[in-house]
């Protein structure tokens, strides 16, 4: 077994400043996929706190750290696809941004690409005026624009800036590990543990990866996060954990399956729009729905095994002999973003017949 301890430390110094950043946005994230008040899901942001050995980052950092509903930054993005997970180190991230021509356009790609049929990608990276201005005016919709107004006019200080910030902040996430690390190996010996096998061949996908054998990260702050990486689609595997990992995977769903289909199924039942109405202010039984909506019991419970089938919700927690379910707030993210390409392939084809 291969331990890439730079890759967590890493991951937990973007993750650090996420949370500082958008620690609103992180908690409701974490609260879609398990059960757990905030001071749970913040633990180690707060030990680490709490510990005087942190720093606060420069407040003109918040355009490359902002958290947004899909889950992630542009950071954290950038990270998930440029870094080897297998051997890369501190140094080499900073290596990789310190090529700002290409760390610019991966950012601009990463905020402004969905509008790519209203700004000229190529006018905005060259700053014309009239370009930056509506792309300005398009992101302002969702988020303060001050510090993204300073990230496009002055991009290579603002890697400076980043640059500085994490070659400071590195030194204090590795000693929290360091003071940490029987916790972290903990994770990894319960994620290779034979008891939740089957849960990592949800997963991982492949009945015949010895998980002893490859190479492991963990993250002390981002608690559920599970994400791997394949040399040539088999093995070795690396893999980058949630100190939380296990209690995530038990849950974990493939959405590749949410399609204009299933969600057409999902939201053309009238009983079942009315059971989505209900979980959406709160969690509820299959009783519970039964008395509400005055329909039988045995009607909800066939809805319900459909609905969860859908992945549109989860089972939270367990109370007697009754379940309690929730929305999946992710699902309505994906499915939301589905049926819209789907309105705009056939606005498309509509504007190319007439």
Do not use: W
């Amino acid at each position: 077994m291969n331990i890439n301890e730079s890759l967590g430390i890493l991951f937990d110094s973007i993750f650090y400043t996420c949370i500082h950043f958008c620690k609103k946005e992180v908690v409701f994230r974490f609260q879609t996929l398990v059960q757990q008040n905030e001071d749970t899901i913040l633990y180690h942001y707060n030990t680490f706190r709490d510990s005087k050995q942190s720093i606060d980052p420069p407040a003109s950092l918040f355009s490359l750290f902002y958290y947004d509903k899909s889950g992630s930054c542009v950071l954290m993005d950038y990270f998930i696809t440029h870094i080897d997970f297998f051997q890369d180190s501190v140094e080499d991230f900073l290596q990789k941004i310190s090529n700002k021509r290409d760390f610019k356009v991966y950012v601009f790609e990463y905020y402004f690409a969905k509008y790519k049929d209203t700004i000229d990608m190529d006018k905005l990276l060259h700053l014309d005026g009239e370009t930056v201005a509506k792309a300005l005016a398009l992101i302002s919709e969702t988020v303060d624009i001050t510090s993204f107004i300073y990230m496009i006019y002055h991009f290579s200080d603002l890697v400076n800036e980043l640059a500085n910030y994490i070659n400071e902040l590195i030194p204090l996430i590795k000693a929290y590990h360091k003071k940490n690390r029987s916790h972290i190996d903990e994770v990894v010996k319960a994620f290779i543990n034979n008891e939740t096998l089957q849960l990592k061949k949800r997963f991982v996908g492949d009945d015949f990866v010895n998980l002893t054998k490859q190479t492991y990260s963990v993250s002390l702050l981002a608690r559920y996060i599970i994400v791997k990486r394949t040399t040539n689609g088999h093995h070795p595997y690396a893999f980058l954990l949630g100190c939380e990992s296990i209690a995530l995977l038990s849950q974990a769903i493939d959405y590749r399956y949410v399609t204009i289909e299933s969600t057409i199924k999902t939201f053309g039942n009238e009983l079942k729009l009315e059971i989505l109405k209900e979980l959406s202010s709160q969690d509820r039984t299959i009783s519970q729905l039964s008395r509400i909506l005055h329909i039988a019991r045995s009607s909800i419970g066939h809805c319900i095994d459909d609905l969860l089938h859908e992945v549109a919700i989860i089972k939270v927690k367990k109370s007697g002999v009754e379940i309690y379910y929730r929305l999946n707030a992710e699902y309505f993210y994906r499915a939301q973003k589905t049926f819209a390409c789907f309105i705009d392939e056939l606005m498309l084809a509509l504007q190319k017949n007439s």
